[in-house]
Protein backbone atom coordinates (compact mmCIF):
# COMPACT_ATOMS: atom_id res chain seq x y z
CA UNK A 1 0.00 0.00 0.00
CA UNK A 2 1.28 3.39 -1.14
CA UNK A 3 2.06 5.26 1.91
CA UNK A 4 1.71 9.33 1.80
CA UNK A 5 2.85 11.80 4.73
CA UNK A 6 2.67 15.39 5.29
CA UNK A 7 4.19 17.54 7.44
CA UNK A 8 3.89 19.92 9.19
CA UNK A 9 0.71 19.03 10.16
CA UNK A 10 -0.04 21.76 11.58
CA UNK A 11 1.18 25.46 10.44
CA UNK A 12 0.42 29.36 11.46
CA UNK A 13 2.49 32.08 10.04
CA UNK A 14 1.70 35.53 9.29
CA UNK A 15 0.28 37.32 6.25
CA UNK A 16 3.26 38.94 4.27
CA UNK A 17 5.36 35.41 4.96
CA UNK A 18 6.77 32.55 2.82
CA UNK A 19 5.84 28.85 3.46
CA UNK A 20 6.26 25.42 2.22
CA UNK A 21 4.29 22.31 2.74
CA UNK A 22 5.76 19.01 2.25
CA UNK A 23 4.38 15.59 0.90
CA UNK A 24 6.32 12.47 0.53
CA UNK A 25 5.19 9.05 -0.72
CA UNK A 26 5.75 5.52 -0.39
CA UNK A 27 6.53 3.68 -3.92
CA UNK A 28 6.89 4.86 -7.22
CA UNK A 29 4.16 6.99 -8.62
CA UNK A 30 4.45 9.88 -11.56
CA UNK A 31 1.21 11.54 -9.91
CA UNK A 32 0.42 13.66 -7.16
CA UNK A 33 -2.53 15.70 -6.27
CA UNK A 34 -2.95 18.84 -4.06
CA UNK A 35 -6.48 20.15 -2.42
CA UNK A 36 -8.04 22.33 -0.39
CA UNK A 37 -10.27 22.21 2.38
CA UNK A 38 -12.38 25.15 4.05
CA UNK A 39 -13.90 23.67 7.74
CA UNK A 40 -17.34 22.26 6.78
CA UNK A 41 -16.51 22.16 2.93
CA UNK A 42 -15.73 19.67 0.63
CA UNK A 43 -12.62 19.40 -1.30
CA UNK A 44 -11.28 21.19 -3.69
CA UNK A 45 -8.91 20.40 -6.43
CA UNK A 46 -5.70 22.89 -6.08
CA UNK A 47 -2.99 21.52 -9.12
CA UNK A 48 -3.03 17.86 -10.55
CA UNK A 49 1.01 16.72 -10.99
CA UNK A 50 1.65 14.22 -13.66
CA UNK A 51 5.28 13.71 -13.86
CA UNK A 52 8.76 14.65 -12.60
CA UNK A 53 9.69 17.92 -12.64
CA UNK A 54 6.14 19.01 -13.30
CA UNK A 55 5.37 22.68 -11.88
CA UNK A 56 2.34 24.41 -11.60
CA UNK A 57 1.24 28.04 -10.15
CA UNK A 58 -2.23 29.25 -9.36
CA UNK A 59 -1.97 32.66 -7.51
CA UNK A 60 0.22 32.65 -4.60
CA UNK A 61 0.57 28.52 -4.55
CA UNK A 62 2.97 26.69 -6.36
CA UNK A 63 3.39 22.87 -6.57
CA UNK A 64 6.07 21.09 -7.56
CA UNK A 65 6.78 17.23 -7.97
CA UNK A 66 9.87 15.11 -7.72
CA UNK A 67 9.26 11.64 -8.19
CA UNK A 68 12.47 10.47 -7.81
CA UNK A 69 12.83 11.58 -4.39
CA UNK A 70 9.06 10.75 -4.26
CA UNK A 71 8.66 14.99 -2.42
CA UNK A 72 5.87 17.25 -3.74
CA UNK A 73 6.35 20.35 -2.36
CA UNK A 74 3.05 23.41 -2.04
CA UNK A 75 5.06 26.80 -1.69
CA UNK A 76 3.33 29.81 -0.20
CA UNK A 77 3.94 32.81 -1.50
CA UNK A 78 3.39 36.08 0.76
CA UNK A 79 0.29 34.38 3.02
CA UNK A 80 -2.92 36.05 2.95
CA UNK A 81 -5.76 35.27 5.52
CA UNK A 82 -7.74 33.57 2.40
CA UNK A 83 -5.38 31.07 2.33
CA UNK A 84 -6.32 29.51 6.21
CA UNK A 85 -7.93 26.18 5.24
CA UNK A 86 -6.98 22.82 5.46
CA UNK A 87 -4.18 21.25 2.76
CA UNK A 88 -4.15 17.71 1.42
CA UNK A 89 -2.41 15.69 -0.92
CA UNK A 90 -2.65 12.21 -2.23
CA UNK A 91 -0.87 10.02 -5.08
CA UNK A 92 -2.28 7.04 -6.48
CA UNK A 93 -0.82 3.55 -7.76
CA UNK A 94 -1.12 1.43 -10.88
CA UNK A 95 -3.87 -0.08 -9.13
CA UNK A 96 -6.42 2.69 -9.59
CA UNK A 97 -6.48 4.20 -5.83
CA UNK A 98 -6.31 7.24 -4.36
CA UNK A 99 -3.95 7.29 -1.12
CA UNK A 100 -4.33 10.59 1.05
CA UNK A 101 -2.06 12.69 3.76
CA UNK A 102 -3.02 13.36 6.64
CA UNK A 103 -3.77 17.32 6.20
CA UNK A 104 -1.94 20.29 6.71
CA UNK A 105 -4.33 22.72 8.75
CA UNK A 106 -2.63 26.37 7.63
CA UNK A 107 -3.45 29.05 10.01
CA UNK A 108 -2.72 32.62 8.14
CA UNK A 109 -2.43 35.28 10.93
CA UNK A 110 -2.75 39.19 10.39
CA UNK B 1 -23.87 24.92 -15.45
CA UNK B 2 -23.89 22.83 -12.36
CA UNK B 3 -21.83 21.09 -10.47
CA UNK B 4 -21.67 17.56 -8.90
CA UNK B 5 -24.91 17.06 -6.77
CA UNK B 6 -24.85 14.93 -3.93
CA UNK B 7 -28.35 13.42 -1.69
CA UNK B 8 -28.75 13.42 0.37
CA UNK B 9 -27.20 16.19 2.22
CA UNK B 10 -27.46 14.37 5.61
CA UNK B 11 -28.75 10.69 6.70
CA UNK B 12 -29.69 9.17 10.04
CA UNK B 13 -30.49 5.76 9.93
CA UNK B 14 -30.20 3.08 12.46
CA UNK B 15 -27.56 0.49 12.84
CA UNK B 16 -28.37 -2.30 10.77
CA UNK B 17 -30.09 -0.55 7.98
CA UNK B 18 -29.06 -0.55 4.49
CA UNK B 19 -28.61 3.04 2.69
CA UNK B 20 -28.42 4.60 -0.26
CA UNK B 21 -26.52 7.67 -1.61
CA UNK B 22 -26.92 9.41 -5.02
CA UNK B 23 -23.95 11.21 -7.33
CA UNK B 24 -25.28 13.21 -10.08
CA UNK B 25 -21.91 14.42 -11.95
CA UNK B 26 -21.01 16.93 -14.25
CA UNK B 27 -22.81 16.46 -17.33
CA UNK B 28 -19.84 15.03 -19.63
CA UNK B 29 -17.56 13.91 -17.22
CA UNK B 30 -17.01 10.41 -17.75
CA UNK B 31 -14.77 9.90 -14.80
CA UNK B 32 -16.47 9.65 -11.39
CA UNK B 33 -14.88 9.12 -7.95
CA UNK B 34 -15.94 8.04 -4.69
CA UNK B 35 -14.13 9.01 -1.69
CA UNK B 36 -15.39 9.39 2.76
CA UNK B 37 -14.14 11.63 5.05
CA UNK B 38 -13.72 10.49 8.92
CA UNK B 39 -12.01 11.70 11.91
CA UNK B 40 -10.62 8.25 12.48
CA UNK B 41 -10.13 7.36 9.01
CA UNK B 42 -9.36 10.54 7.20
CA UNK B 43 -9.34 10.71 3.62
CA UNK B 44 -10.21 7.33 2.01
CA UNK B 45 -10.61 6.81 -1.58
CA UNK B 46 -13.41 3.98 -2.57
CA UNK B 47 -14.05 3.45 -6.16
CA UNK B 48 -13.49 4.80 -9.41
CA UNK B 49 -15.79 4.79 -12.62
CA UNK B 50 -14.60 5.53 -16.14
CA UNK B 51 -18.07 5.37 -18.36
CA UNK B 52 -20.12 2.96 -16.29
CA UNK B 53 -17.03 0.58 -15.49
CA UNK B 54 -15.25 0.71 -12.55
CA UNK B 55 -11.66 -1.25 -13.08
CA UNK B 56 -11.01 -1.69 -9.45
CA UNK B 57 -13.45 -2.09 -6.64
CA UNK B 58 -10.67 -3.34 -3.72
CA UNK B 59 -11.07 -0.07 -1.64
CA UNK B 60 -14.76 -0.48 -0.60
CA UNK B 61 -14.04 -1.16 2.95
CA UNK B 62 -16.50 -4.63 3.13
CA UNK B 63 -18.68 -6.02 0.97
CA UNK B 64 -21.76 -4.39 2.71
CA UNK B 65 -20.25 -1.64 0.02
CA UNK B 66 -21.11 -1.57 -3.37
CA UNK B 67 -21.81 0.99 -6.00
CA UNK B 68 -22.86 1.55 -9.45
CA UNK B 69 -22.97 3.60 -12.35
CA UNK B 70 -25.39 3.78 -15.12
CA UNK B 71 -25.87 5.47 -18.34
CA UNK B 72 -22.44 7.30 -17.82
CA UNK B 73 -23.86 9.69 -15.53
CA UNK B 74 -25.60 8.92 -12.13
CA UNK B 75 -24.05 6.42 -9.34
CA UNK B 76 -25.02 5.22 -6.66
CA UNK B 77 -23.68 3.89 -3.22
CA UNK B 78 -25.00 1.39 -1.58
CA UNK B 79 -23.62 0.31 2.30
CA UNK B 80 -26.36 -3.01 3.64
CA UNK B 81 -26.37 -3.57 7.20
CA UNK B 82 -25.03 -0.61 8.08
CA UNK B 83 -22.59 -0.17 11.15
CA UNK B 84 -21.31 2.56 13.32
CA UNK B 85 -17.67 3.10 11.70
CA UNK B 86 -19.45 4.00 8.42
CA UNK B 87 -20.16 7.10 9.86
CA UNK B 88 -18.48 9.62 7.33
CA UNK B 89 -18.76 11.87 5.24
CA UNK B 90 -19.43 10.70 1.73
CA UNK B 91 -17.51 12.64 -1.00
CA UNK B 92 -18.66 12.30 -4.90
CA UNK B 93 -16.04 13.88 -7.65
CA UNK B 94 -16.18 13.88 -11.17
CA UNK B 95 -13.69 14.75 -13.85
CA UNK B 96 -13.84 15.12 -17.77
CA UNK B 97 -10.96 12.61 -18.45
CA UNK B 98 -9.77 9.01 -17.18
CA UNK B 99 -8.60 7.77 -14.11
CA UNK B 100 -6.40 10.91 -12.28
CA UNK B 101 -5.72 12.92 -15.25
CA UNK B 102 -7.57 16.43 -14.55
CA UNK B 103 -8.77 18.37 -11.89
CA UNK B 104 -11.89 16.74 -10.21
CA UNK B 105 -15.05 18.34 -9.29
CA UNK B 106 -16.94 17.35 -5.61
CA UNK B 107 -20.00 17.78 -4.67
CA UNK B 108 -20.68 19.10 -1.11
CA UNK B 109 -21.04 15.24 0.27
CA UNK B 110 -23.26 13.23 2.02
CA UNK B 111 -23.11 13.48 5.96
CA UNK B 112 -24.32 9.45 6.84
CA UNK B 113 -24.69 9.08 10.98
CA UNK B 114 -25.94 5.96 12.39
CA UNK B 115 -27.26 5.56 15.02
Known amino acids: ELKVEQNPLFLSMQEGKNYTIYCNYSTTSDRLYWYRQDPGKSLESLFVLLSNGAVKQEGRLMASLDTKARLSTLHITAAVHDLSATYFCASTNTGNQFYFGTGTSLTVIP | GAGVSQSPSNKVTEKGKDVELRCDPI?????LYWYRQSLGQGLEFLIYFQGNSAPDKSGLPSDRFSAERTGGSVSTLTIQRTQQEDSAVYLC?????????????FGDGTRLSIL
Open chain 2, 27 to 31: SGHTA
Open chain 2, 93 to 105: ASSPGGWGNQPQH
